[in-house]
């Protein structure tokens, strides 16, 4: 079956911009997460969908980042008024279950946000 | 205190050799642990999953947990360039349902 994807895979904007970045989770998984990777760092946590509902916000940095995943399944990370410090690559990843034992998650290809 | 550490290397071995990394978790109620292969470019690669104190080994990838000392390891043996990558120790908390990564290790098997 066909792995996590992600949309764009590159995505250059300038500063102000507003922009959407679009995951597809394998069929099933019920858990979805988004993550914000900077170079030389491991992936930092953003927010976590239990099907439809948005379970864990807390990673979001401010107001002007959202995301929505309205049928339980493709999940949209939209961000306002961007500035450059948003650069970074956005990781989506999937889980089928979220109990933590057998919780094992997979991850997309990113898509790299440039601001400019 | 870093929630998960990892040493960020460069961890240098040469072709063949046992690559040892390592990585500290700080909260006692983790479950679960996951190691990552992370080529320059890509995304993370699930490797290793381990649940429970001990060893849990799969072909020449070896994952070692010791809750009591916080502590969980990955060997790999047999090491070759294409292992040469940046290794990321995730940890899963129930309680919160988050995966914690640390920064992660970049290994360099040397030809």
């Known amino acids: 079956g066909a792995g996590v994807s992600q949309t764009p895979s590159n995505k250059v904007t300038e500063k102000g911009k507003y922009v959407e970045l679009r995951c597809d989770p394998i069929?099933?998984?019920?858990?979805l997460y988004w993550y914000r990777q900077s170079l030389g760092q491991g992936p930092e946590f953003l927010i976590y969908?239990?099907?439809?509902?948005?379970?864990?916000d807390s990673g979001l940095p401010n107001d002007r980042f959202f995301a929505v995943r309205p049928e339980g399944s493709v999940s949209t990370l939209k961000i306002q008024r961007t500035e450059r410090g948003d650069s970074a690559v956005y990781l989506c990843?999937?889980?089928?279950?979220?109990?933590?034992?057998?919780?094992?998650?997979?991850f997309g290809p990113g898509t790299r946000l440039t601001v400019l | 205190q870093k929630e998960v550490e990892q040493n960020s290397g460069p961890l240098s071995v040469p072709e063949g050799a046992i690559a040892s990394l390592n990585c500290t978790y700080s909260?006692?109620?983790?479950?679960?642990f996951f190691w990552y292969r992370q080529y320059s470019g890509k995304s993370p690669e699930l490797i290793m999953s381990?649940?429970?104190?001990g060893d849990k080994e799969d072909g020449r990838f070896t994952a070692q947990l010791n809750k009591a000392s916080q502590y969980v390891s990955l060997l790999i043996r047999d090491s070759q360039p294409s292992d040469s990558a940046t290794y990321l120790c995730?940890?899963?908390?129930?309680?919160?349902?988050?995966?914690?990564f640390g920064t992660g290790t970049r290994l360099k098997v040397l030809a």
């Open positions: 990843a999937s889980s089928p279950r979220t109990s933590g034992i057998d919780g094992e998650q997979f």
């Open positions: 069929s099933g998984h019920t858990a």
């Open positions: 969908f239990q099907g439809t509902g948005a379970a864990d």
């Open positions: 909260d006692r109620g983790s479950q679960s």
């Open positions: 381990i649940y429970s104190n």
């Open positions: 995730a940890v899963f908390t129930s309680g919160t349902y988050k995966y914690i």
